[in-house]
């Protein structure tokens, strides 16, 4: 029950965060530029022009244009792109499992990179390595994501040719429609830099994060106790330790995982990685306001569900946290 | 070696004889892909480039800008307002459906309701089938730019067009944005957009004369300059464009790639304003204008070279470029003149560019500001991406902005139309004449200029308004932005680009 009662306030909460969202997204598009001079060449008369902005329905007031909008959006369709003459929803859809194992591919690496690093460095504080991961960490956190990515395409795709520098590569179509690069090799290593880069802004900060909760539950009382009792240090250490230095690393994580959205943005970019990221920029580029609606709401929807199941996590991690909103 | 040497230039010998070079792949990346397949849908120069591919043109653009018959295969002038185009027999389009003149009749019916492409074919007042292999157009007067025009008309597959859908959707989806028949080099095996097209060589293709010798050519857009340079130098690519002015040098000196350049038509200037700040209005003042900018230090500096200096609209070539007039810098006269016009203590003026539609476009503002801070010209300067610019323009937002102009005739006359005759809403004349600019015999002779067949004449005439335009100083010239292709060695993409920017790749050849 009391998960039913948490999912219900969940629902409640992502469909009110989606109207604010839809309702920001489209009070600023008059900001974003002007559709039309994209979807026309040069010499086309202002009269031409303006006949298409009515027919576009550009021309209403901002209120019928919303509530149209509304009224579309809630039978799912988010309108239709002008770039791609398509569903924006669809358009979107289509370029999600681009961008989701590219988020895969990245978190992958920080996780299997930071945690044994993370427990290396509190254990072994001053030994040289430590201080090599340490000082590199800092120097990671500081360079700014694009600048990785261009290193990596011009080191790795240029200078040495190991590894391809833009695009996905072969994918392959599993049968629900969902195009994976994960099965053939060209699609993994097509995969390696892109999400290296993304990566790169979580690993250090990761590392840092596990190397100070970690050096704190070493110091605690039951970690003494248990040492006192006679466990064996690998138990003391990667169980009654490491168990507790997750909790606040799930809570960073769920949090981070917007940051991760927002810099596949500047990541799929660099290595015309073909997802939801680069799809939004170009929106942006070519004024395409449907499509940037729609994006936003569907990243809006990703956020919820994130952090939703980070609160699940969190219940099994640590029996003694309540699932908010529901009675204990 | 000399034995393997006589056995090398016999083996090379053999080859050359057998001709044909083995058929090959190329991969190629522009900075973007075509929105549509449909070539009526948006005048711009992904579907130009599309069209070249899948489409022939009755007549194309040589390399001299002088005309190279296609699927016309000569044409005549039978009197002032009427030509007649006697079309190639025995091309067929893809669906294996003959080309004759009823297809030709109908594109050009379609050209006509497209609303980017009517503005080109208002002159054409009439378009017949006088038998199956000969097109008659007349225009509306006596008009110098037919053939121009005739490079714009890509035979479509009329019955195909007319099963499916012809309609030409600017929102929305259509057949004809979807699928294509041309009588091209190559059809469209499969498209994402955004991500990969991938043509194939047409089996039938009537140029059997054409050297090309690409089977597969498969597009890429990139969009970041930096990955799509990277792409070419690690050998993902054979050819990209376009190429950023910091990567040309690498481009050049990288043993495995060339660079191909060329000096384009695009013309980058400034306008200023008269009605909204009142010292503009005054000729003295833009002259002072011209004198204080260094557009030849801006070529050198922020361009590197990529650029070439301009002191009127037409590039060379254009009938109407005017040898004689030539880049003015000149601080000392700037301040002199600006004594003259009363304005010694300078004034203030706003000013707005686009960050990315030119090549350096604000960096070019941001130099120009402070040339003009030099003769006490206090700059306010608002940089913005292109898609906010556009709207700021239209409203005339600021005392002097930017504006960059390709003719899409390849004709001068183009240019005034645009840019610098008396803006007009009911003719559509001086859309995008953003300073208000206005002089009767520019006008006058822009006018003259579109109904004069005597090219002696028109050249004269068209030489004279560069000059008042100079003379005035209606607008600040830059430069003509270059234009550059980069590609492996190997892929002989110096023969088939050209100055309109829509490399002819049927024809392309890559050595082994």
Not at chain 2, 2 to 25: I, N, S, W, Y
Not at chain 2, 85 to 107: I, Q, S, Y
Request: glycine letters at 8%; aromatic letters at 10%.
């Amino acid at each position: 029950m009391h998960i039913l009662a948490f999912l219900i306030r969940r629902a409640i909460q992502a469909v009110i965060v989606m109207f604010v969202i839809s309702l920001v997204g489209f009070s600023i598009q008059d900001n974003l530029g002007d559709p039309l001079r994209e979807l026309v060449g040069q010499s086309v008369s202002e009269e031409a022009r303006d006949d298409l902005r009515e027919q576009l329905g550009l021309n209403d007031p901002f209120f019928v244009q919303y509530t149209r909008f509304l009224g579309n959006a809630l039978q799912g369709d988010l309108g239709n792109s002008y770039f791609f003459k398509r569903p924006a929803l669809s358009v979107i859809l289509d370029k999600f499992p681009a961008t989701f194992e590219l988020v895969l591919g990245a978190v992958f690496i920080f996780v299997s990179l930071s945690i044994p690093a993370g427990i290396y460095c509190a254990i072994n504080r001053d030994s040289w390595l430590s201080r090599i991961i340490m000082s590199g960490s800092i120097v990671g956190i500081s360079v700014p994501v694009f600048l990785t990515a261009i290193g990596m395409v011009w080191l790795f795709g240029v200078e040495l040719g190991w590894l391809p520098a833009f695009g996905r590569g072969d994918t392959y179509e599993l049968p629900w429609g969902w195009d994976t690069g994960f099965l053939t090799w060209d699609g993994l290593s097509h995969l390696i830099l892109p999400s290296i880069t993304l990566s790169s802004i979580m690993l250090p900060l990761f590392i840092r994060l596990i190397r100070a909760e970690m050096m704190e539950a070493m110091g605690t009382e039951y970690v003494r106790f248990a040492r006192a009792k006679g466990l064996s240090t690998r138990r003391v250490r990667y169980v009654h330790a490491f168990r507790n230095t997750l909790l606040p690393v799930v809570t960073v994580g769920g949090l981070m995982i917007g940051t991760l959205i927002a810099y596949t943005i500047l990541t799929e970019t660099v290595f015309q990685w073909p997802g939801m990221g680069f799809l939004f920029l170009e929106a942006v580029n070519r004024v395409d306001t449907p499509l940037i609606i729609a994006y936003i709401i569907i990243v809006g929807l990703i956020f919820v569900v994130v952090n939703t199941i980070v609160d699940f996590i969190y219940t099994l991690i640590n029996p003694m946290v309540k699932l908010p909103g529901a009675k204990g | 070696m000399k034995p393997l040497r006589h056995f090398a230039t016999a083996a090379a010998l053999v080859l050359g004889m057998v001709g044909t070079a083995p058929a090959q792949t190329l991969s190629f990346a522009y900075d973007a892909d075509p929105v549509s397949l449909d070539p009526h849908e948006q005048l711009s120069g992904g579907t130009l480039q599309l069209s070249h591919m899948v489409f022939d043109p009755l007549l194309r653009w040589n390399s001299d800008l002088g005309f190279d018959p296609r699927l016309a295969e000569s044409w005549e002038r039978v009197d002032d307002t009427t030509m007649r185009f006697k079309l190639r027999e025995g091309v067929t389009f893809h669906t294996g459906n003959d080309m004759t003149a009823e297809d030709v009749v109908w594109t050009i019916e379609r050209l006509k309701s497209s609303p980017d492409f009517k503005g080109i074919f208002a002159g054409w007042v009439s378009v017949t089938a006088i038998d199956d292999y000969t097109v008659e157009v007349k225009t509306d007067g006596p008009s110098p730019l037919v053939l121009h025009t005739a490079t714009y008309v890509f035979p479509m597959d009329k019955d195909f067009y007319e099963d499916g859908g012809a309609e030409i959707a600017k929102h929305g989806d259509s057949f004809a944005s979807q699928n294509l028949s041309g009588t091209g080099p190559f059809t469209v095996a499969s498209r994402e957009q955004g991500v990969k097209t991938v043509f194939e060589r047409n089996p039938d293709y009537w140029d059997t004369a054409s050297p090309g010798n690409v089977q597969t050519a498969v597009l890429t857009p990139i969009k970041e300059a930096p990955t799509r340079v990277a792409a070419l130098l690690s050998g993902d690519v054979d050819f990209i464009a376009p190429v950023p002015p910091t990567d040309l040098e690498r481009i050049k000196n990288d043993p495995d790639t060339k660079l191909v350049t060329m000096t384009g038509t695009r013309i980058i200037t400034l306008q200023m304003n008269q009605n909204r700040n009142e010292a503009l209005a005054d000729p003295k003042v833009r002259q002072a204008i011209a004198y204080a900018i260094n557009n030849e230090g801006i070529v050198q500096k922020i361009m590197k070279g990529f650029g070439t200096v301009a002191a009127q609209q037409s590039p060379e070539g254009y009938v109407g470029h005017n040898p004689d007039l030539k880049p003015r810098f000149d601080v000392a006269k700037a301040q002199s003149l600006m004594e003259e016009a009363g304005y010694a203590d300078g004034f203030s003026a706003t000013m707005m560019c686009p960050n990315n539609r030119y090549v350096n476009d604000f960096k070019i503002c941001e130099a120009a500001a402070a040339m003009l801070a030099k003769i006490n010209v206090k700059i306010d300067l608002t940089t913005m991406p292109k898609a906010q610019y556009w709207p700021k323009y239209d409203e005339r937002a600021a005392d002097i902005m930017m504006i960059g102009w390709h003719s899409d005739t390849e004709d001068s006359a183009n240019f005034n139309e645009f840019l610098t005759m008396t803006p007009d809403p009911d003719t559509g004349r001086g859309q995008y004449n953003s300073g208000n600019y206005s002089n009767a015999e520019v006008d006058e002779l822009t006018i003259a200029s579109l109904t004069e067949t005597d090219p002696g004449k028109r050249a004269e005439q068209l030489q004279r308004v560069e000059e008042i335009l100079y003379n005035e100083a209606a607008f600040i010239p830059f430069h003509w932005q270059d234009l550059a292709w980069g590609a492996r060695k190997g892929v002989m993409i110096e023969d088939v680009v050209n100055v309109m920017n829509f490399p002819y790749l049927g024809d392309l050849v890559i050595e082994e």
